[in-house]
């Protein structure tokens, strides 16, 4: 059986809530059309292959008319929908420790190959993706859509697509921080990637790199 990449199905609930909220439309069609179920998955482990998600985006992109519809979307996530990473996201002490964890856990989110990376540079965090097979890369569309929600000065024609956070910001202690949770829900994402094989969960693409491996990446401009 061949190795297909793919997403754990509770993040299928976002766009449902963005059609139905934002838009106006019944998602249950859309999503019969995509082979995708409307109900809530019977375990927060359940996935589904990237080529029924692909297929379920593409035609809510096409119902909508909007092919920023992925932004809006982003605007009905919760903790729940990210399995464990959602909690031990939002426990984080810091913006850096979350930042961590994503590049740590996100092939619990999408086994899709893109390599995700957070970098110190001398006066930033540079958070990165890059797509080994650019085939996967998202789509182009809906550019100015993503520069006004960004609200960041943005330069194109990049060989790695940057995103640079100011250190201290990243580092300041967050108020509402629980350390002793993450730790709970750190363990239980590594759980579940330990003991998924490659077929269900696929080879690790993320990591987090020092400043040393800074210089081997382009800058944000990409020169």
């Excluded at 179920?37 to 990237?50: D, F, H, K, M, W």
């Excluded at 100011?166 to 949770?181: F, I, M, S």
């Amino acid at each position: 059986m061949l190795y297909e990449p793919s997403t754990l199905a509770s993040t299928t609930a976002l766009l449902a809530a963005a059609l139905r909220e934002d838009y106006g439309i019944d998602p249950e069609p859309i999503y019969l059309q995509a082979g995708i179920s409307l109900r809530p998955p019977e375990t927060p482990q359940l996935r589904y292959p990237i080529s029924k998600i692909r297929k379920l985006w593409e035609l809510a992109r096409i119902a909508s008319g909007d092919d920023a519809i992925g932004l809006k979307t982003g605007g009905h996530a919760k903790p729940a929908h990210f399995y464990a990473f959602g909690y031990s996201w939002l426990a984080s002490s810091t913006l850096l420790g979350a930042m961590q964890r994503l590049t740590r856990y996100m092939q619990l989110m999408s086994t899709v190959s893109v390599v995700v990376s957070l970098t110190e540079t001398p006066d930033s965090y540079a958070l990165s993706a890059t797509f080994p097979d650019p085939s996967k890369a998202p789509p182009k569309e809906g550019i100015d859509s993503g520069m006004t929600a960004l609200r960041a000065p943005i330069s194109f024609n990049a060989k790695v697509g940057v995103m640079q956070f100011d250190k201290e910001t990243l580092r300041e202690l967050l108020p509402l921080g629980a350390p002793d949770v993450a730790k709970v829900t750190d363990r239980i994402a590594e759980q579940y990637i330990d003991s998924s094989n490659a077929t269900a969960i696929g080879p690790p693409y993320c990591r987090y790199n020092d400043r040393a491996h800074w210089s081997s990446l382009s800058t944000l401009c990409g020169t």
